[in-house]
């Protein structure tokens, strides 16, 4: 006759276990539920009833609930295994200081009268189908409960890829415990009870044994054989109200919720929902209701925008995913094919008071992650990789994920150089895809107002090495101790005061700064000074004098592009005619490279050719200034712009 127990596996020959498990410790994060519900939420989306309506939204309930510990002998049983497991490791040579705190602070939990569980259910899902499986079939209650490192998901839409995910409930648990159960839409009714503590031990045949780390709170039939809790077994815990279910789904519940780490769980919950799922929820694919004694929000697309802009206005965690809506909702939408016609969205919209985001996202409307620099303003895009065709896309772009499905990056993939290659080949298309748009953007409307782009958002667009390597994060600025000019002085970033003084300093070489005779790239024939206005040839030599000074630039700053194109934004005081400008790149030898300017655009005018060192002169109004520059270095520089002006020309007689 078997029992209901907890069951610790014999350890035999297995090497012993501490508390450092990494599958668990990765989702850990005090005062952060997105682990959690990033993991809970995903789930119950990949599991959705494909035989319902399309307009019904899977359905997600967060609710916390207190237990008396006295009414449950399930408590009283793991107490004594956790009582046990002090002993073993009291008297073992390997014990740390950080075993010993893990099992005193799960005791110090269970001290308890009330235990705190946080139950999670769904609702329009299939559930988890397999409970009374034969050993020969798939079971996916198994593939939760009873498996480590394998993950087979019930539809091509799912999104995980390690099955690791599951460990995220337990980072949250003070016991290190959780529940499953279910109502499967094959039939199968199940509940189960699983810890991750480390070695313990039990008796065995008069001997107390050391035992594996896992333990299972089942129905125990022998010493090797055990299953899932069924609504016909006397257990009191399985048949408590909040698991008696009615409706398809399933329940995962975090015994012993750290409520002490996330005393205002609720809203915590309620952003990290709002922040991963924004676009399943903007669709409609995604409910979700968090509960408590004390409050009670409800998030689906009716309630989202109160939400965001009123309830959670003033949360900083929401503040690109405020961006991320009103792009969706009135940006511009452009479908474009990266394996396979209209695979990815893109949506862009341009705002004064945006700073750059470029957000990514999984068909089922779950964010990967959003990269973003708050110096960068006014652009918020989002790319959404859709399901079409045989997904080959979405499928590369999943292997391509981390365990906690937070980026896209070619690397992430050790075991498949072929999928190595074609998911960086992907990354770098979908980075000149965002790039193409932005450049073909309608720039009549936001000319006058724009000052950054995106381009240090992308993977670069003209690596071309061949490398199997792709990246979808935030491009790593160029990184430099310090430039110094031809005369000694010293660039620090983009602040440079480019003038020996503010008055200015006279010189017989018309166009010529005062200083030590700078380095120049060798050129077959001197390169003209040429006017991108049309109507002058810019200085030229004589026997007068020009006067040269530096106009008084608050800030400039260059933003490499792609290729060998590059934006810079001047912040100028005052209004300035006849300025020159002279790019300087800096050198490993702290010397610098003059640079050929190709061409050059004006904010407001159409791209003329240069093809000089110098540019001038130009007239720079008051505020910002864009200019687009096109460099025939074709490379990533650190580049840093020369300023000069002419204010003088007095002519000599002879």
Known sequence: MGKICWDFPLLGTGNESGNNIAAITMFKGSGVMD?????????????????????????????????????????????????????????????TPSIKDFLSNIKSALDSETIPMLV?????????????????????????????????????????????????????????????NTLAKDGGRAFEGVTRL???QKEYNGTMRPTQPIGKYLYLIDDYTGRPILPSDDCPIAQMGVFNRTEIGTDVAVVG??????????RLTAVAIIKNFVLAIINGQLTVTVKSPKIEYVI??????????IEFGDEPQLKYTRQTYETIANGELIKTKIAEKDDLSIYVKYDEKYSASLSRFRSTGMLINTTTNDVLPHFSVVIIVNDVGEMRLSKTLRSAEPPQHTEWRAKNITDNLTLKNRAGRYIRKIGKEIQSVLDDFDRADITDKMDAGIGNYLPDASDSSGTTEGTDGL???????????????????????????????????????????K?????????????????????STGNGKVKIVSPKIVEHRTFYLAGNKYRCFINSPDDYEKVFIQYFAGRDDDKQDSLVVKNLKLEGSPRIEINSEKIGP?????????????????????????????????????
């Open 35 to 95: 682990g959690l519900a990033r993991e809970i939420c995903q789930n119950s989306l990949d599991a959705k009833d494909s035989s319902l309506p399309s307009d019904n939204p899977v359905k997600v309930k967060f609710e916390l609930i207190d237990v008396k510990k006295s009414d449950y002998p399930m408590f009283k049983s793991y107490e004594e295994a956790v009582d046990r497991s002090i002993e073993y490791w009291d008297n073992s040579p390997l014990c």
């Open 120 to 180: 999670m259910s769904d609702y329009n899902t299939v559930g988890l189908n397999g409970v009374n499986a034969s050993p020969h079939e798939q079971s996916f209650w198994n593939l939760l409960v009873n498996t480590e490192g394998i993950s087979i998901k019930q539809n091509d839409n799912s999104a995980g890829s390690f099955g690791i995910g599951k460990n995220a409930p337990f980072a949250y648990s003070a016991l290190n415990l959780v529940f499953y």
């Open 198 to 200: 480390v070695t313990t």
């Open 257 to 266: 919720f750290k409520k002490s780490d996330y005393t205002d769980w609720e």
């Open 300 to 309: 689906d697309s009716e309630r989202l925008e109160q939400l965001l802009f």
């Open 475 to 517: 491009k790593t600025d160029v990184k430099i101790k310090e430039i110094k000019s031809y005369d000694g002085r010293v660039f620090y970033n983009s602040q440079y005061e480019s003038a020996e003084s503010a008055s200015g300093a006279e010189t017989q070489q018309s166009g010529v700064k005062t200083g030590k005779k």
């Open 519 to 539: 380095r120049k790239k060798r050129s077959k024939s001197k390169i003209p000074v040429v006017n991108p206005g049309g109507k002058s040839q810019g200085v």
């Open 618 to 654: 130009i007239s720079l109004k008051k505020g910002i200034n864009t200019l687009y520059v096109e460099f025939s270095n074709n490379e990533i520089m650190a580049v840093v712009p020369v300023f000069t002006m002419e204010v003088s020309n007095e002519k000599q007689s002879n």
